[in-house]
């Protein structure tokens, strides 16, 4: 309970970040909370088995907050399509994730 007040405590609001906690801001998405790591880890996983990726990489550039993200991706299924038709594929994996972003910069390439 008392880990739960002090997150409380950070968080203005769910998934909000102010200044100085946003190194280890948290929020409440769907009843769980979640931090940017953890976002990381699932946006790595998503990406690794819907494109069968040889390479993913996924950074959190808000600063901890789960904001903004840099996103690069190598996967044998972007071969033959250029990278507006390759960002798409990742968009739409990671459409869930995208909602509750401000922004996200996608790479891709073919390994």
Request: net charge positive; hydrophobic share 40%.
């Amino acid at each position: 309970e008392r880990m739960l007040a002090l997150l409380g405590r950070s968080v203005g609001r769910a998934g909000a970040c102010s200044g100085a906690s946003a190194r280890s801001c948290t929020g409440v998405v769907g009843g769980r909370w979640f931090s940017s790591a953890s976002k990381e880890v699932v946006m790595t996983e998503m990406l690794t088995k819907e494109l069968k990726a040889t390479d993913v990489k996924v950074l959190d550039v808000s600063g901890g907050c789960g904001s903004a993200f840099d996103v690069t991706v190598a996967s044998p299924m972007f071969e033959g399509k250029n990278k507006v038709q390759q960002a798409r594929m990742v968009y739409k994996i990671l459409n869930s994730e995208i909602e509750q972003m401000h922004s996200i910069n996608v790479q891709t390439k073919t390994p």
